[in-house]
Nanobody
Framework: QVQLVESGGGSVQVGGSLRLSCAAS????????MGWYRQAPGNQRELVAI???????NYKDSVKGRFTISRDHAKNAVYLEMNSLKPEDTGVYYC???????????????WGQGTQVTVSS
């Protein structure tokens, strides 16, 4: 099992910045990728940013140039630096990882509990 603990959400004005953090713990053998998803009220959960093998990154088009995802391998942590925030960035942000754990050695998906980000104009 993997536990993901997120922090860093909050309320900001348009143009402001926030930094989300997520730390993974548990019987982790290896982590395939870590990412951030968000869900706005009435909408499906969508991928915001992902980092694969600690190096390859991919972003939702609307956040490119404003958000930066990064990883700390030693801490099994992932971060999302969010700048120039817009009202449409509002939602619950979920940390996600695909990891292999003992004793099963299966590659599985794990989710954090979510952290609220609210951007007001």
């Amino acid at each position: 099992q993997v536990q993901l603990v997120e922090s860093g959400g909050g309320s900001v004005q348009v143009g402001g910045s926030l930094r989300l953090s997520c730390a993974a713990s548990g019987n982790i053998v290896s982590i395939n990728d870590m990412g951030w998803y968000r869900q706005a009220p009435g909408n499906q959960r969508e991928l915001v940013a992902i980092i694969i093998s600690g190096a390859i990154t991919n972003y939702k088009d609307s956040v490119k140039g404003r958000f930066t995802i990064s990883r700390d391998h030693a801490k099994n942590a992932v971060y999302l630096e969010m700048n120039s925030l817009k009202p449409e960035d509002t939602g619950v942000y979920y940390c996600h990882t695909r990891a292999i754990t003992t004793p099963t050695l299966f590659l599985r998906d794990y989710w954090g509990q979510g952290t609220q980000v609210t951007v007001s104009s």
